[in-house]
C-alpha cells in the first residue's frame, strides 16, 4: 500500500530495438571473416551439417542440389527480396543488447563517435599491427608517408623486423627510395623500441636511443656484438678505453635489451595473406574486380537427402534437427553470396576514388572515409569497416588490405578545407613538446588554443588522444619538467 504523500506513477516509453537472430548473427560473422578464417568456417559447417556436401572442381550441382552460388530455398526462407536482405544485414546494431554475442574471435565495436577513425577503432585484443598502426595516424602528416607505413607495417616479420629491400618496396610502390626510408625510420621511433629494425645491432641500438643511452662507448659495443658474445673482455677494453668494471655495466644494459621486440608486446603468428579479391586493370582504361574463389570449399545443399530423412519415420526432436539442418544449410550459402557481392561492390567504389593510385602510385592516394563509401553504396559506415577489415585486394601495386585506402579528417572552423584528425593529434603533441614549466598545458588549455587555430574539438577528445600517443596528464608532466632545483 502506498503511504500518503507518495504517488505512484506508470509511464509507458515506446522504444525500437532490434533483435539479432542466429541467422543475423551468421551473416554479420561472415562479412567479418578474412578468406582463410572463411574456408575454415565452412570446412566446421561441413562437419556439422549432414545435408551440406562439398562440390568438388569437376562436378557440377544437379537437381537434387543447391550450390552456395544459388539464390537458396525462398520457400524455406525469406529472401523472396535481395533488396530486403541485403537491408536486414546492413544495420549500424546500435539498439542491440546481446550479452553473450560472440560474432567473431575478436569482438569488435559498431559504435562510432563523431570523431571517429578507423586506426582508433581497434579490437579488445589490440594486435601489433593495430597498435602500429594507431600510431602512424598520429605520427604524420604527409599521406605519401602515412600510406608506405601502413605498407611497411604489413611486411613486418613475426619478430617485428623488417628484411624486405628498400629497393625493391620503391618500385614496387612507385616512390623514390628516400620516402622508403622516411618511413621506416618513422616506424623504428614506435612503441614498441626496436620495432622495424633491419638487423639485431639497429634493433638494439633503437632501444638504446629511446632510453637516451647512445653515445661513443654504446656504438662502439654494438658494432661488436660478437666480442660481447665470446664474453672478449679484453679487447673490448681497449676498444672502448673503458675498466672493466664499467665495461661490465655496459654490457649488462646491452643483454637486458630484447632481441624481439614484437615478443615484448604479445606473441604474434605469422599469417599467410591470400587476397579476397584481384584488381585487373584493362587495356581499355577501365578495370575488372574478381572475387577469389580458389581457396574457398564449394559447398551444395543435398535436396534429395533431405527429402529422404523428411518424409522418414522420425521423431519430433528429430525432424527439428533435420529442419534447422536444411535452414542453416540454406541461410549459410545466401551469406556467403550476400558477403561476396557486398564486397565486390564496395572494393569497386574504392578503387574508382583510388584509381590515380594504381595508375601512378602512393603519391596519388586521396583521402578517403568510411562514410563516404557508404554514401555511394547506400550501406552504412559499420557495414563498410565490416566488409574492408582483413580483407585483401591483390592490385599491380602489390597486395593491400582495403582499409589501406582511408583516411579521416576534420573539419576547419574558419572554411571549408577539412583538416586531418592525425594533424590534429601532431598539433596536440607539438604544444606538449614546447610546453616549458610552471606553464604546464592542461586539456582545457589545449581545447582553447586549438580553438583559436580554427579546430573546434571536445576536452574528451583532447584527452583521448594524447592518451592514444602515451602522453601522460599534465600533473604528470609537471612534476617531470620540475626543475630539480625546485624538488623536494
Same mark, same amino acid.
Given at each position: ?245 664499467? !665495461?661490465? /655495466? ?7 635489451? #630484447?632481441? $624481439?621486440? @614484437? %615478443?615484448?608486446? *604479445?606473441?604474434? =603468428? ?108 547506400? !550501406?552504412? /559506415? ?7 577489415? #582483413?580483407? $585483401?585486394? @591483390? %592490385?599491380?601495386? *602489390?597486395?593491400? =588490405? ?87
Amino acid at each position: 500500500m502506498a503511504t500518503m504523500g507518495q504517488s505512484q506513477n506508470l509511464n509507458l516509453q515506446q522504444a525500437q530495438s532490434l533483435t539479432l537472430t542466429k541467422e543475423l548473427q551468421q551473416a554479420i560473422k561472415l562479412l567479418q571473416l578474412s578468406q582463410m578464417e572463411l574456408a575454415q568456417y565452412i570446412e566446421t559447417e561441413l562437419l556439422q551439417n549432414p545435408l551440406l556436401e562439398l562440390i568438388e572442381d569437376n562436378q557440377s550441382p544437379d537437381e537434387n542440389h543447391d550450390s552456395s552460388e544459388s539464390e537458396g530455398d525462398a520457400d524455406q526462407l525469406d529472401f523472396s527480396s535481395k533488396e530486403s536482405t541485403e537491408k536486414t544485414l546492413d544495420t549500424d546494431f546500435d539498439n542491440v543488447w546481446e550479452p553473450n554475442l560472440s560474432l567473431t574471435t575478436h569482438t569488435k565495436s559498431s559504435h562510432y563517435s563523431d570523431d571517429f577513425d578507423h586506426f582508433q577503432n581497434h579490437f579488445e585484443e589490440e594486435s601489433l599491427k593495430d597498435h602500429l598502426l594507431k600510431q602512424l595516424s598520429h605520427g604524420t602528416e604527409d599521406p605519401l608517408i602515412k600510406g608506405i607505413g601502413f605498407y611497411l607495417i604489413d611486411h613486418l616479420s613475426e619478430h617485428g623486423y623488417f628484411h624486405h629491400d628498400l629497393n625493391d618496396i620503391a618500385k614496387d610502390l612507385k616512390v623514390d627510395i628516400e620516402k622508403i626510408e622516411e618511413a621506416l625510420t618513422l616506424i623504428q621511433h614506435f612503441d614498441p623500441p626496436g620495432i622495424g629494425a633491419r638487423n639485431l645491432a639497429e634493433c638494439l641500438r633503437l632501444q638504446l636511443d629511446d632510453q637516451g643511452l647512445i653515445n661513443e662507448t654504446s656504438l662502439i659495443l654494438l658494432d661488436n656484438l660478437p666480442l660481447i658474445a665470446q664474453k672478449n673482455l679484453k679487447v673490448l677494453e681497449q676498444k672502448t678505453n673503458l675498466k672493466q668494471e664499467k !665495461l661490465i /655495466e655496459w654490457i649488462e644494459i646491452i643483454q637486458k635489451l #630484447n632481441p $624481439y621486440p @614484437a %615478443t615484448s608486446f *604479445g606473441s604474434i =603468428e605469422p599469417q599467410t595473406i591470400i587476397p579476397d579479391l584481384y584488381l585487373i586493370l584493362l587495356p581499355t582504361g577501365d578495370f575488372k574486380i574478381e572475387l577469389n574463389q580458389e581457396n574457398l570449399p564449394k559447398i551444395g545443399l543435398n535436396k534429395n537427402y533431405y527429402q529422404t530423412l523428411k518424409t522418414s519415420v522420425l521423431k519430433t526432436d528429430e525432424k527439428n534437427f533435420v529442419q534447422n539442418a536444411y535452414q542453416n544449410a540454406s541461410w549459410l550459402m545466401k551469406a556467403i553470396d550476400q558477403r561476396a557481392t557486398t564486397l565486390v561492390r564496395v572494393a569497386e567504389q574504392i578503387v574508382k576514388h583510388q584509381f590515380a593510385f594504381f595508375q601512378h602510385g602512393l603519391s596519388h592516394l586521396k583521402p578517403l572515409i568510411l562514410k563516404e563509401i557508404a554514401e555511394i553504396t547506400t !550501406l552504412h /559506415e559499420s557495414t563498410i569497416s565490416r566488409v574492408t577489415t #582483413n580483407k $585483401y585486394m @591483390a %592490385t599491380p601495386n *602489390g597486395i593491400f =588490405e582495403l582499409k589501406f585506402f582511408f583516411s579521416s579528417s576534420l573539419q576547419n572552423a574558419f572554411g571549408d578545407q577539412d583538416i586531418s584528425s592525425e594533424f590534429v593529434r601532431q598539433r596536440i603533441k607539438n604544444l606538449i613538446q614546447n610546453e616549458v614549466f610552471p606553464n604546464i598545458l592542461a586539456d582545457d588549455t589545449l581545447v582553447g588554443l586549438l580553438q583559436k587555430e580554427g579546430i573546434t574539438i571536445a576536452r574528451r577528445t583532447v584527452t583521448k588522444y594524447r592518451e592514444s600517443m602515451n602522453i601522460q596528464s599534465s600533473i604528470v608532466r609537471r612534476q617531470q619538467k620540475r626543475p630539480l632545483t625546485q624538488t623536494g
